[in-house]
C-alpha cells in the first residue's frame, strides 16, 4: 500500500492498478510469462516514473488574504477506471487566481459490468 490519504498520486497509482486487475482477469500464475500487451503496458508505467522526480505539490491550498474562495469538483469515469478530485481556487485583493488540488480518488472499475452512469456517480 502507498501511504497517499490527499490521493495526489491517483493519477498514477490507477495505472499499475488497471494492469493487475487485468492479471487477475486472465487467470496467469506466478510463474506463466505474461502477455506482450501487459509487458508494454508495464514498460510504459515504469519508464513514466521517472517524471514523478520533478513533481512538486503545494500544500498551501489559500492565497494570502482571499476575498474570494470557491471549491470545485470534478468526476468521471470509465470501463477502466473512476476518479474524482476537489480544486480549491482562490482570489485574492489583487484578483491574482490561485488554482490548487486539494484532493483525489481513484479506483479501478468493477469486474462485474456497471452502467457508465453508475459509475460516474
Not at 495505472?15 to 505474461?34: G, N, S
Not at 482562490?90 to 469486474?111: F, H, M, Q, W
Request: with cysteine.
Amino acid at each position: 500500500k502507498i501511504f497517499d490519504p490527499l490521493g495526489l498520486l491517483s493519477p498514477v497509482v490507477i495505472q499499475p492498478k488497471i494492469i493487475l486487475q487485468r492479471l487477475w482477469q486472465q487467470k496467469i500464475d506466478w510463474d506463466e510469462p505474461v502477455s506482450q500487451a501487459i509487458k508494454e503496458d508495464w514498460e510504459k508505467f515504469s519508464n513514466n516514473l521517472i517524471c514523478l522526480n520533478n513533481l512538486h505539490v503545494s500544500r498551501i491550498v489559500v492565497c494570502d488574504a482571499p476575498k474570494l474562495i470557491e471549491m470545485h469538483s470534478f468526476s468521471d469515469a470509465s470501463q477502466c477506471a473512476y476518479g474524482a478530485c476537489i480544486y480549491m481556487r482562490t482570489v485574492n485583493y489583487n484578483d491574482d487566481v490561485t488554482v490548487r488540488l486539494l484532493c483525489a480518488k481513484s479506483k479501478v472499475s468493477p469486474i462485474k459490468p456497471t452502467t457508465m452512469p453508475r459509475l460516474e456517480l
